[in-house]
């Protein structure tokens, strides 16, 4: 599977911003799709995951209520809606592909997009 992210930027704290993973190379519907993140000198974290038919999800705890996980299989592509931004999520978003619903090591996805910057300003 070939994802690629974006809809990075730069916004001010407060603000929002909608990230999207367009998937190519096979059918994106039998994959849980995840995003992670990793901030400058920061090792890179789970942020959320949606199941194969979009009717469920999980989230990171600390970012469940600001960030919405969505994906339409039909244009095989996933989104990630964050509200609310706050400069420490800053960094570099990357979706993922497994075939694991539930989980969030980094290790169960096997497919990665190349990142999309995403800077919040205070």
């Known amino acids: 599977v070939q994802l690629v992210e974006t809809g990075g930027g730069s916004v001010q704290a407060g603000g929002s911003l909608t990230l999207s993973c367009a998937a190519s190379?096979?059918?994106?519907?039998?994959?849980?799709i995840g995003w992670f993140r990793q901030a400058p000198g920061k090792e890179r974290e789970f942020v959320a995951a949606i199941r194969r038919s979009g009717g469920s999800a999980y989230y990171a705890d600390s970012l469940r209520g600001r960030f919405t996980i969505s994906r339409d299989n039909a244009k095989n592509t996933a989104y990630l809606q964050m509200n609310s931004l706050k400069p420490e999520d800053t960094g570099v978003y990357y979706c993922?592909?497994?075939?694991?619903?539930?989980?969030?090591?980094?290790?169960?996805?096997?497919?990665w997009g190349q990142g999309t910057q995403v800077t919040v300003s205070s």
């Open positions: 190379g096979i059918t994106f519907d039998p994959y849980v």
């Open positions: 993922a592909a497994s075939t694991t619903w539930g989980t969030t090591r980094q290790a169960d996805f096997g497919s």
